[in-house]
């Protein structure tokens, strides 16, 4: 098998693991919900007023109006956050995330020389699943 087969055949079976399949429900269920797109909208129009003051030039910003419409914007992002459904997709996103990491550590090690078969992408860093705070795998 070349190596295309192979990533297809991976691309299948990510689309089969349960991980995989509960992502996908969730991100309907946000599509489906009414109040959590009303929110969205909000949230973004909340977002574009923002940027739209920021890219003013300094001495036509409004200081008192920029900090005012960044706390409107906090607080619409946090309400957004607070949906059952938006809080239920940031949970299994995550476990997405996790496995996709997996296997991309695996697939580095692999190009790196380690034997796909006993590399252990757990032992080659400390990696909490979030790239946010992440210093770079490997």
Do not use: W
């Amino acid at each position: 098998m070349d190596a295309i087969t192979a990533a297809r055949e991976l691309g299948k079976a990510i689309q089969a693991d349960p991980r995989y399949k509960e992502y996908v429900a969730a991100k309907e269920a946000n599509d489906a919900d009414e109040g959590l797109q009303a929110l969205i909208s909000d949230f973004s129009a909340k977002r574009a007023r923002f940027q739209t003051e920021m890219q003013k030039e300094p001495d036509q910003q409004d200081e008192e109006q920029i900090r005012v419409m960044n706390k409107e914007m906090q607080d619409a992002y946090g309400d957004v956050m607070k949906n059952v459904n938006m809080a239920n997709f940031a949970v299994v996103r995550n476990a997405l995330d996790v496995l996709m990491n997996e296997i991309n550590m695996i697939i580095q090690m692999s190009c790196e020389g380690e034997d796909p078969d006993t590399c252990d992408p757990h032992a080659a860093h400390s990696c909490g699943g979030s790239c946010a705070t992440c210093g770079g795998c490997g």
